[in-house]
């Protein structure tokens, strides 16, 4: 495309509403939450807000767990995807459209409504308890609801459709003949996997771990059903401070700290996928 | 390469996927309000229970209206952002790319609350302008990086050739590059929409008195009840989203945007 004179002119105009918008609305609040967390009402400035947040034990057990779970959830949901997507990408394109599909269907549907079936099955008088109890294993129902188990089948069901996507569309790109040239040079099926397929969509895997990592540790809805204020991670947390405890300061800063964190795992990822090329 | 244990894999990802719908289903269905699973008999009930909570139909329409809306304008400023991104090179693009991606990269809990304690709060702004802005601001991304795709796929000669024909830029923008970028833009206005309209957690501390979104006002509903009213409210939902899904991976091959 031709350079002309009056390029930045319009480059200026296209971009500017939008820019000033999120600048605006979305970079100034975010500002004075930053600031929120180190100014006390009283004037000043201090960190002790951060301090408490990381002497505090509570908050200390909110975060670890909040990691940990999140952890636990991109594991399992690489696990359940990675064979799960190789079928996928080397269907033929029609089934693999409707298939697709299908994955996207619980991406569109709003969490609540899908952790509710979790209620369903692990509630008291629900589908896992009704057989254990039929088949005589238990005498009374056994709590389920606001475990850490509850928690992690929820997340992993919300979140799996962001592991499958990136890693099919990422193993679509293997070429069938490298596959091929593998198995004819020797290769086994399990080394053919580890040392071609997981390599060649590796891109893949470090983006939907970022997905599902950071949507996990970010997760409200989840938590707030299948959690409750018995088993809190950082969202239901910061709800807390901000809704219950009135504390606005320590609610910025747990805010704050769930940003940090997610920013910084993806940094991280990035800069992983980056040294790969 | 294929083997019988991929496909095994294949099947427990789906049942874990879907599973749940079904178990969903099945409870709307029930006749049992406590939720024994699995439900006895069989009610239209619950059904009609989702209609005559005013609750749910005060807050579908207000989540309709925002859904609409901040598509609409994060989609028309949106449009020029990725027009410029694409068709050219200029110092500060990575910047402006970093920029609206941003909102992604925030949990969208941390920006309802910053929006509460900044606009709400501290500037006494309207709740239904600051559910508004918290969800168009969440959009940009969709919007740019969808339009962004289809733009792509535009070959920039068949604009070049209708300007060197005479058409102003602005024209030969609206008469021949719009009409060919139809379907991205379907395709971003529908994922946008269902972003907006499914979100909780913007939403969750910008609803205010009078002005909830539906999913928050599911969420408070389950709060204090417990009974299949939520089941079939979520089957309505869950169909209303398999049409539109459908429809749009159908017309626009909608899982290539997302």
């Known amino acids: 495309m031709s350079r002309r004179p009056n390029q930045t002119r319009t480059i200026v ?225 910061l709800r807390q401070e901000a809704v219950i405890l009135f504390d606005q300061q320590a609610a910025a800063v747990v805010a704050v700290v769930m940003i940090s964190t997610t920013l910084a795992v993806n940094l991280l990822l990035r800069f992983l996928r980056v040294r790969q090329v | 390469m294929v083997s019988r244990w991929m496909y095994t894999s294949l099947v427990i990802l789906y049942c874990f996927l879907l599973g749940p719908f079904v178990i969903i289903f099945m409870a709307s269905f029930g006749a049992n309000a406590t939720m024994a699973f699995p439900p006895q008999g069989f009610t239209l009930d619950w059904f009609a229970n989702v209609f005559e909570t005013s609750q749910f139909i005060d807050s579908f329409w207000i989540s309709l209206q925002l859904a609409l809306l901040s598509t609409i304008v994060s989609l028309i400023m949106g449009m020029p952002v990725a027009y410029a991104l694409v068709r050219f090179q200029f110092t500060g693009s990575g910047l402006v790319e970093t920029v609206f991606s941003a909102p992604i990269l925030v949990p969208g809990l941390v920006i309802g609350f910053a929006m509460l304690n900044f606009f709400v709060l501290l500037g006494d702004m309207q709740v239904m302008t600051g559910l508004f802005i918290g969800h168009t601001a969440i959009l940009f991304p969709y919007s740019v990086r969808v339009i962004s795709a289809s733009l792509r796929n535009l070959d920039p000669y068949v604009e070049d050739a209708a300007v060197s024909l005479g058409a102003r830029r602005l024209r030969g923008f609206l008469l021949v590059v719009l009409p060919n970028m139809q379907a991205g833009i379907a395709a971003a206005f529908v994922l946008g929409f269902i972003t907006s309209f499914n979100n909780v957690p913007v939403s969750l501390f910008l609803s205010g008195p009078g002005v909830t979104t539906l999913p928050v006002s599911m969420l408070s509903y389950l709060e204090y009840y417990f009974d299949p009213t939520i089941a079939a409210l979520s089957t309505l939902l869950v169909a209303f989203t398999v049409v539109l899904v459908q429809s749009a991976e159908r017309l626009l091959g909608l899982s290539q945007f997302v």
């Open chain 1, 13 to 237: 105009l296209l971009v500017s509403p939008a820019f000033i918008f999120v600048l605006v609305f979305f970079v100034l609040p975010l500002m004075f939450l930053l600031s929120q967390s180190v100014l006390p009402a009283d004037g000043g400035f201090t960190l002790t807000g951060y301090v408490d947040f990381f002497q505090s034990r509570v908050s200390r057990i909110v975060y670890l767990r909040t990691l940990r779970l999140g952890l636990i959830v991109t594991g399992i949901c690489v696990l359940m995807s990675y064979p799960a997507a190789f079928v996928l990408a080397r269907m033929p394109a029609r089934r693999r459209s409707f298939l697709m599909s299908l994955v996207i269907l619980p991406l569109m549907t709003n969490a609540v409504a899908r952790t509710f079936a979790w209620l369903i099955i692990l509630g008291r008088r629900g589908m896992v308890n009704q057989t254990l109890l039929s088949l005589e294993l238990v005498e009374n129902p056994v709590r389920f609801i606001f475990t850490e188990t509850a928690i992690v089948l929820g997340l992993t069901q919300l979140f799996l459709p962001l592991m499958v996507l990136p890693l099919v569309s990422a193993m679509e790109n293997i070429p069938d003949d490298v596959l091929e040239a593998a198995r004819s040079l020797g290769a086994n099926r399990l080394i053919t996997f580890a040392r071609i397929v997981v390599p060649l969509s590796s891109d893949g895997l470090v983006l939907g771990a970022t997905l599902v990592f950071t949507g996990s540790v970010t997760a409200f809805v989840t938590p707030a059903i299948l959690g409750g204020s018995r088993l809190l991670l950082m969202s239901t947390l």
